[in-house]
């Protein structure tokens, strides 16, 4: 891991919102990827010992991503996201909720809004998750959430260091 990039997770109670920014040694296109094609997100986007399997995916404004994070004993627990804008290379958003095997989600759930920009090979994240209420953001941060994206970061840093080769 490079510990000189920057990594802030930063929650805010009185907005109900979480702000994550991280750097990765990986040029723009590469991390943009690794972001919106099921293929590579499948690779990192759990923490370990977790694993990510989608059902499918179509990136496009209106498009979904179902999902199921997947413990080792095999207990799926179910993700939908709707992609409500899209920039390419640049920002996506989404609206994020558990959801059932059936795809019902259960709300409320969290928007999530992620922007992308490349400085002398470094690429940026910046996410953004409001959440509708305070106690889904308290019961995210009780869950684990900084600890589990954290390592999900992690996995990313780890591919990408082997895809960049």
Known sequence: MNNSLLFDFIVDKAAKTVFITREFDADLSLVWDAFTKPEILDQWWA???????????????GGRRFF?????????????????????KTNFKYLNAFADAAENPELPGSEWDLTFSEQNGTTKVSVTIYNES????????????????????NNLEELLATLSK
């Open 47 to 61: 923490p370990k010992p977790f694993a990510s399997k989608t059902k499918f995916m179509n990136f496009e404004v």
């Open 68 to 88: 199921a994070m997947v413990s080792p004993e095999g207990q799926e627990r179910w993700l939908l996201q709707k992609f409500t804008s899209i920039t390419p």
């Open 134 to 153: 305070l106690a889904r953001l308290e019961k995210m941060i009780e869950m684990g959430f900084k600890e589990g994206y954290t390592m999900t970061l």
